[in-house]
Nanobody, 115 residues
Framework: QVQLVESGGGLVQAGGSLRLSCAAS????????MGWYRQAPGQQRELVAT???????NYGDSVKGRFTISRDNAKNTVYLQMNSLRPEDTALYYC?????????WGQGTQVTVSS
C-alpha cells in the first residue's frame, strides 16, 4: 500500500531547532494530505501540523509560530521545521499520510528536548 519513512529526530537543547522528514512510497494518488502528530508517555496523540497536496496547512495551537510544515509533491515528502524547541515538545513524532478513505502511519521518530 503506502510506506512511510521518517527521519530527523534526536536530542536537542531547549531553544534549539530540528527538522523532521517523512517520505511516502507505494500506491500514491495525487490528492492527499500529510502531517505530523506527536505522543508523549501517558498523553493522547495530538496534532502538530498537516498539509494537503494543494498546500493548505493546519497547526496545533502549541506549535503555531514555532514549527513550519512543508512538502515536496514530486518526492511525496513532508518536512517539519521545528524552532524554539521546548522540553514539552519531547515526544514520539509520527508521520501520517491520508488519501481516499485510507490513513497510514509511520513508526515514529523520537524528539527529546533537554531543559
Amino acid at each position: 500500500q503506502v510506506q512511510l519513512v521518517e527521519s530527523g529526530g534526536g536530542l536537542v537543547q531547549a531553544g534549539g531547532s530540528l527538522r523532521l522528514s517523512c517520505a511516502a512510497s507505494g500506491s500514491i494518488f495525487s490528492i492527499n494530505a500529510m502531517g505530523w502528530y506527536r505522543q508523549a508517555p501517558g498523553q493522547q496523540r495530538e496534532l502538530v501540523a498537516t498539509i494537503t497536496s494543494g498546500g493548505s496547512t493546519n497547526y496545533g495551537d502549541s506549535v503555531k509560530g514555532r514549527f513550519t510544515i512543508s512538502r515536496d509533491n514530486a518526492k511525496n515528502t513532508v518536512y517539519l521545521q521545528m524552532n524554539s524547541l521546548r522540553p514539552e515538545d519531547t515526544a514520539l513524532y509520527y508521520c501520517k499520510f491520508v488519501q481516499l478513505i485510507n490513513a497510514y502511519w509511520g513508526q515514529g521518530t523520537q524528539v527529546t528536548v533537554s531543559s
